[in-house]
């Protein structure tokens, strides 16, 4: 069993930036693919970013590619995404994941694990 606790999320002006944070614990951590996925209002919940479990790999969702990044530490047992040039519509809950063993999670099949969400709200 993984819990995810994430944290980071709240209200920004568009342009700006926030850091998520994603703190695993349970089982080893650096076995597992992690990413981020996100869910607007009234929208199904998508992928954004994802990571392998060595750190050496990363993926993105075109509209947040060259905006985002994911990174990990697993000495920490953390995920995160960094979020720069924020629009209105990077409003969403914003959930961490986690996929099965050596499993990137790029898609909401590949996810073993979801934190709770934290929300972040992008004004214009």
């Known amino acids: 069993q993984v819990q995810l606790v994430e944290s980071g999320g709240g209200l920004v002006q568009a342009g700006g930036s926030l850091r998520l944070s994603c703190v695993a614990s349970?089982?080893?951590?650096?076995?597992?693919?992690m990413g981020w996925f996100r869910q607007a209002p009234g929208k199904e919940r998508e992928f954004v970013a994802a990571?392998?479990?060595?750190?050496?790999?990363?993926y993105y969702a075109d509209s947040v590619k060259d905006r985002f990044t994911i990174s990990r530490d697993n000495a920490k047992n953390a995920v995160y995404l960094q979020l720069n040039s924020l629009k209105p519509e990077d409003t969403a809950v914003y959930y961490c994941?986690?996929?099965?063993?050596?499993?990137?999670?790029?898609?909401?099949?590949?996810?073993?694990?979801w934190g709770k969400g934290t929300l972040v709200t992008v004004s214009s």
């Open positions: 990571i392998s479990w060595g750190g050496t790999r990363t």
């Open positions: 349970g089982r080893t951590f650096s076995n597992y693919g």
């Open positions: 994941a986690a996929g099965g063993t050596s499993v990137v999670p790029t898609t909401a099949s590949r996810v073993d694990y």
